[in-house]
């Protein structure tokens, strides 16, 4: 495993407050890590220490292997992709030129920048010919957060920090918006930093959950193994009882089937009880539990490739509890 991000014994004081204490941990290149805890459990902090918007007080934070103590601060910032909640696009630019931002900083030509803004607008789902020379406050707040995103991604920094990023929208649009990130980085496989206080939004994204309660670390783990073997009560509290609910999730419908030679039924009777085999086993289940039995698995072009049934799951998630960590 190579690390993108270590924290070395990281500790933050305010004064006499310790806000992180003795923080030691790895963050893969290429995963989506997950910082998540109570309000006040440090969160947020360790992750504005990566760039340097605070700086530690003790320990040692290395960013692809330089401390960044002994980094510019500014260069730092400009190699490292952030995105807040508030998302904080200009008003008086343009969705172009807001995306533009850091490749004006750093002195990209005109037409570059246009490209690589077009670019990104087109991979987050918002056509440069219609968004890019609107303003801020001609769009939802969802398409605001996706133009910030883009503008996270601009330079092409191998490091993206995202504070809450979806916490001021609908359910619906945060919903939708969790699902294009997840499409967005299994295309561009970058490291992330992702703070959240929603443990489903957590264990949807997250290739790794550092759970965390007055500035250490309780448990440092991926979803499946957070969730099944939570290390404390307090973590058992805090991902809640639904916990096995919770890791049906993350996983496939396709995984957990009984295969069949491929039949094609897309001429059969549209009251064929079937779910695609892409839904995770979480929303399959409210569909096995209207059908009783089992259901028809199909892949995306309507053929059958296996059946599940609520016996498939429930020996999944005892096989899981079975295994180790």
């Not at 006499?16 to 969160?43: D, F, R, Y």
């Not at 990023?165 to 990130?181: C, S, Y």
């Amino acid at each position: 495993m190579t690390a993108a991000i270590e924290f070395q014994g990281v500790e933050k004081r305010y004064g006499t407050t310790l806000a992180l204490e003795n923080i030691t941990l790895e963050v893969p290149k290429g995963e989506l890590v997950v910082l998540i805890g109570p309000s006040g459990c440090g969160k947020s902090t360790l992750l504005r220490l990566v760039n340097r918007m605070i700086e530690p007080s003790g320990g040692k934070l290395l960013v692809e292997g330089q401390n960044v103590l002994e980094a510019d601060a500014v260069r730092l910032r400009r190699s490292i992709g952030y995105v807040i909640q508030s998302i904080g696009l200009f008003p008086h630019m343009t969705i172009f030129e807001n995306v533009e931002v850091v490749p004006s900083l750093l002195n990209w030509d005109k037409l570059k920048k246009r490209s690589r803004a077009a670019e990104l607008l087109n991979m987050v789902g918002l056509e440069p010919e219609k968004f890019g020379s609107r303003y801020p406050k001609q769009l939802s707040g969802g398409q605001q957060q996706r133009v910030g995103i883009a503008r996270a991604l601009a330079a092409d920094p191998q490091i993206l920090l995202m504070d809450e990023p979806f916490g001021a929208v609908d359910p619906i649009t945060r919903e939708r918006l969790q699902e294009e990130f997840l499409r967005i980085q299994r295309e561009i496989q970058k490291t992330i930093l992702f703070v959240t206080h929603d443990i489903d939004e957590a264990v949807k994204l997250a290739d790794r959950i550092c759970l965390m309660r007055d500035g250490k670390v309780e448990q440092y783990a991926t979803p499946e193994n957070l969730l099944a073997y939570p290390s404390s009560d307090f973590v058992r509290d805090f991902v809640g009882a639904d916990r096995e609910l919770k890791r049906l999730g993350r996983v496939s419908v396709a995984s957990l089937m009984r295969p069949v030679a491929k039949v094609d039924i897309r001429f059969q009777t549209s009251e064929t009880a079937s779910v695609l085999g892409t839904l995770s086993a979480r929303d399959a289940l409210s569909r096995l539990l209207e059908a009783g039995g089992e259901l028809l698995v199909l892949d995306a072009q309507g053929g059958i490739i296996g059946t599940i049934s609520l016996n498939d799951l429930t020996v999944a998630n005892m096989d899981y509890r079975q295994r180790k960590p």
